[in-house]
T-cell receptor
Framework: GDSVTQMEGPVTLSEEAFLTINCTYT??????LFWYVQYPGEGLQLLLK?????DKGSNKGFEATYRKETTSFHLEKGSVQVSDSAVYFC?????????FGTGTRLLVSP | DAGVTQSPTHLIKTRGQQVTLRCSPK?????VSWYQQALGQGPQFIFQ???????QRGNFPDRFSGHQFPNYSSELNVNALLLGDSALYLC????????????FGPGTRLTVT
């Protein structure tokens, strides 16, 4: 079945450092891919999405490119802020549902 | 424009009891999905409702049931609670023609003792 694998956390960075969170998927065909963010005590917020191969999703300085050759959708940001500290989830669109990875916690220190 | 709302925020129940969680979708949305998020894990799909019927179901036992009302709001019911049912329960709403673009509520934290 469909599945998503994310790098384990926590990822600990200093402010203004470069961020990469790896995500790979297993699915039939080329599903839409998403990154969601969950701040402490809150629900999930859609961060960005890509609906077909080679698409680049971007939002709030975060980017991810849909790579069908490597079945990957890695999340990147050039300069993280303390306010980016949260849990990030990679997800794919399955049949009438979203399939999530286990999440990666990001901790950014001043 | 109100987003997805859920109630209650927190709930503590005893093993064997039953619980009902409620969700109001984002204005204009007609489809509601429920997810269970255990501590330290990603959300797991429970089921989805559209036009008051269950469209799709994940790998959850029949103790988990749901309902959607004519105003598109929804309830999640869990019977015979187990300790393992302790989790954050998330409701997500969408339009049926764009069910991949789901908007999540803040969740209900259920603790079973």
């Amino acid at each position: 079945g469909d599945s998503v694998t994310q790098m384990e956390g926590p990822v600990t960075l200093s402010e203004e450092a470069f961020l990469t969170i790896n995500c790979t998927y297993t699915a039939t065909g080329y599903p839409s891919l998403f990154w969601y963010v969950q701040y402490p005590g809150e629900g999930l917020q859609l961060l960005l999405k890509a609906t077909k191969a080679d698409d680049k999703g971007s939002n709030k300085g975060f980017e991810a490119t849909y790579r069908k050759e490597t079945t990957s959708f890695h999340l990147e940001k050039g300069s993280v802020q303390v306010s980016d500290s949260a849990v990030y989830f990679c997800a794919l669109k399955g049949f009438q549902k979203l399939v999530f990875g286990t999440g990666t916690r990001l901790l950014v220190s001043p | 424009d109100a987003g997805v709302t859920q109630s209650p925020t927190h709930l503590i129940k005893t093993r064997g009891q039953q619980v009902t969680l409620r969700c109001s979708p984002k204005s204009g949305h007609d489809t509601v999905s429920w997810y269970q998020q255990a501590l330290g894990q990603g959300p797991q799909f429970i089921f989805q409702y559209y036009e008051e019927e269950e469209r799709q179901r994940g790998n959850f036992p029949d103790r988990f049931s749901g309902h959607q009302f004519p105003n598109y709001s929804s309830e999640l019911n869990v019977n015979a609670l187990l300790l393992g049912d302790s989790a954050l329960y998330l409701c997500a709403s969408s339009l049926v023609e764009a069910s991949y673009e789901q908007y999540f509520g803040p969740g209900t934290r259920l603790t079973v003792t």
